[in-house]
């Protein structure tokens, strides 16, 4: 029962690579979503999307794309690394209809550095 | 903006009594709140929730109050075990977002002593 699943799980990157981190989930659900965590700042939203085909900004998503593959998989992209996105990214899905109670379903976190 | 805040970044409590964990609110449009419990080298895992049309929830040692006039909520453990130590982050779905959007606190490091 794998649930969402992240990969990689540690990234050192210099300042200026690009990197790609996956995440796909196997509970048929239609909405995903990219958090990153810093410290003091609890977790905050950078894309998301609702259902296959769509994608939305979140609070912090400069410096980032997405692509939604398909119904299962999402992807982060940092174009040109910065030491600001050294952090924790989550990658988590949802059912598409609001439903309440437990929503959201995370991934183990990718950790990733810049330097 | 911090529509979700929890000021509390750590608290430590002895095994077998209560922890109290809180958060603040400013968003009157937030219409559901969550609590997730996150372990080291893990992603968060749900909790309990409460819909903004009680004021309490409760399961099993876990029991969430929420005092909307206050834009306060809470969540009490009792009794408070070892494996309960973590970090809790408060959660609130505004009615202005569609599906499943959550604005996240800051979390709170929970540390229960045996």
């Known amino acids: 029962n794998a649930g969402v699943t992240q990969t990689p799980k540690f990234q050192v990157l210099k300042t200026g690579q690009s990197m790609t981190l996956q995440c796909a989930q196997d509970?048929?659900?239609?909405?995903m979503y990219w958090y990153r965590q810093d410290p003091g700042m609890g977790l905050r939203l950078i894309y998301y999307?609702?259902?296959?085909?769509?994608?939305d900004k979140g609070e912090v998503p400069n410096g980032y794309n997405v692509s939604r593959l398909n119904k299962r998989e999402f992807s982060l992209r940092l174009e040109s690394a910065a030491p600001s996105q050294t952090s924790v990214y989550f990658c988590?899905?949802?059912?598409?209809?609001?439903?309440?109670?437990?929503?959201?379903?995370f991934g183990e976190g990718s950790w990733l550095t810049v330097v | 903006d911090q529509q979700v805040k929890q000021n509390s970044p750590s608290l430590s409590v002895q095994e077998g009594r209560i922890s109290i964990l809180n958060c603040d609110y400013t968003?009157?449009?937030?219409?559901?709140f969550l609590w997730y419990k996150k372990y080291p080298a893990e992603g968060p895992t749900f909790l309990i929730s409460?819909?903004?049309?009680?004021d309490k929830n409760e399961d099993g040692r876990f029991t969430v109050f929420l005092n909307k006039s206050a834009k306060h909520l809470s969540l009490h453990i009792v009794p408070s075990q070892p494996g309960d130590s973590a970090v809790y982050f408060c959660?609130?779905?505004?009615?202005?977002?569609?599906?499943?959007?959550?604005?996240f606190g800051e979390g709170t490091q929970l540390t229960v002593n045996p």
């Open positions: 988590a899905s949802s059912r598409n209809r609001w439903s309440g109670g437990n929503t959201i379903y």
């Open positions: 509970m048929n659900h239609n909405s």
């Open positions: 999307s609702a259902s296959e085909g769509t994608t």
């Open positions: 968003n009157s449009m937030f219409d559901y």
């Open positions: 409460i819909s903004s049309i009680k």
């Open positions: 959660a609130a779905r505004s009615q202005e977002t569609s599906g499943s959007r959550l604005t």
